[in-house]
T-cell receptor, first 115, second 114 residues
Framework: DAGITQSPRHKVTETGTPVTLRCHQTENHRYMYWYRQDPGHGLRLIHYSYGVKDTDKGEVSDGYSVSRSKTEDFLLTLESATSSQTSVYFC??????????????FGPGTRLTVL | GNSVTQMEGPVTLSEEAFLTINCTYTATGYPSLFWYVQYPGEGLQLLLKATKADDKGSNKGFEATYRKETTSFHLEKGSVQVSDSAVYFCALSFSIFGNEKLTFGTGTRLTIIP
């Protein structure tokens, strides 16, 4: 299994509070991604990173920001959480080139509930 | 834009039944195609993939063939087991300068009854 951990695994918070989710990898992969999973929508890309300090928006980026100061860590921040951000969040990694190009490896997920 | 449409679930089958989960895509150009599987309480795992037309991906008894003419990538298994119960996601990606963003279908929940 790819070495990807997410923390926390579960979190309950209140509307209006800031929340930061962490993704940590030990694979030295260049690309990292944050998705959210909601019933009827599959997984939707929030933000992704193609290198240290290099990030870009996905299809559902409003209300989220990210940072990547080290290759191994990718942080997702909800500046002011809303109930619509209640979801399961997955981190993924990939490395272009070679036999595994195009393949993303996923972390175990973080279940976030915003009350 | 790119999109993936897959068979609505849930799907319930008896053990040893034949499985087909349909997946079609809309894309400009020729993407790579994937099936990911999510077991209860876990993240997604790559099940199989195909990177060009007529390629067949296979793993754990599952197969899917990249059909350019019908823009499809249907998942099949000849004899399912209880352990195959999971949610299955079809997805596509384009690698452009190493950018490998995945577009997912909505997922199909499969339950196998002993």
């Amino acid at each position: 299994d790819a070495g990807i951990t997410q923390s926390p695994r579960h979190k309950v918070t209140e509307t209006g509070t800031p929340v930061t989710l962490r993704c940590h990898q030990t694979e030295n992969h260049r690309y990292m991604y944050w998705y959210r999973q909601d019933p009827g929508h599959g997984l939707r890309l929030i933000h992704y990173s193609y290198g240290v300090k290099d990030t870009d928006k996905g299809e559902v980026s409003d209300g989220y920001s990210v940072s990547r100061s080290k290759t191994e860590d990718f942080l997702l921040t909800l500046e002011s959480a809303t109930s619509s951000q209640t979801s399961v969040y997955f981190c993924a990694i990939s490395e272009p080139g070679g036999a595994s190009t195009d393949t993303q490896y996923f972390g175990p997920g973080t279940r976030l509930t915003v009350l | 834009g790119n999109s993936v449409t897959q068979m609505e679930g849930p799907v319930t089958l008896s053990e040893e039944a034949f499985l087909t989960i349909n997946c079609t895509y809309t894309a400009t150009g020729y993407p790579s195609l994937f099936w990911y599987v999510q077991y209860p309480g876990e993240g997604l795992q790559l099940l199989l993939k195909a990177t060009k037309a007529d390629d067949k991906g296979s793993n754990k008894g599952f197969e899917a063939t990249y059909r350019k003419e019908t823009t499809s990538f249907h998942l099949e298994k000849g004899s399912v087991q209880v352990s195959d119960s999971a949610v299955y996601f079809c997805a596509l990606s384009f690698s452009i300068f190493g950018n490998e963003k995945l577009t997912f279908g909505t997922g199909t929940r499969l339950t196998i009854i002993p």
